[in-house]
């Protein structure tokens, strides 16, 4: 059993920054795909970004793409997602999960198998 325990999160103005962290508590995490979902109130949860267990490849939704950064380091069990130039729609939960997968960085919810309890991300606009 992996536990994911994400921080980072909080109140911010739109235009402003933050960046979450998710620890994962087996060192075993590093040899597979990590990824970043959220869920706005009263909507599904949706994919944000995703990173292979090297960190080679990396994928974001189209809506984060050049203010989101997600990266990983591998020797602290720890997955980053650095959040930029923040709107007021991506106010959410955010929820890091960890893959099954040992290539790739999937976009799937279903092959995710791992989550933390979120953290939530509230920007004022």
């Known amino acids: 059993q992996v536990q994911l325990v994400e921080s980072g999160g909080g109140l911010v103005q739109a235009g402003g920054s933050l960046r979450l962290s998710c620890a994962a508590s087996?060192?075993?995490?590093?040899?597979?795909?990590m990824g970043w979902f959220r869920q706005a109130p009263g909507k599904e949860r949706e994919f944000v970004a995703t990173i292979s267990w090297s960190g080679g490849n990396i994928d974001y939704t189209d809506s984060v793409k050049g203010r989101f950064t997600i990266s990983r380091d591998n020797a602290k069990n720890t997955v980053y997602l650095q959040l930029m130039s923040l709107k007021a729609e991506d106010t959410a939960v955010y929820y890091c999960?960890?893959?099954?997968?040992?290539?790739?960085?999937?976009?799937?919810?279903?092959?995710?198998?791992?989550w933390g309890q979120g953290t939530q991300v509230t920007v004022s606009s």
């Open positions: 087996r060192r075993t995490f590093s040899r597979y795909a």
């Open positions: 999960a960890v893959s099954r997968m040992t290539i790739g960085s999937p976009r799937l919810e279903a092959l995710y198998d791992y």
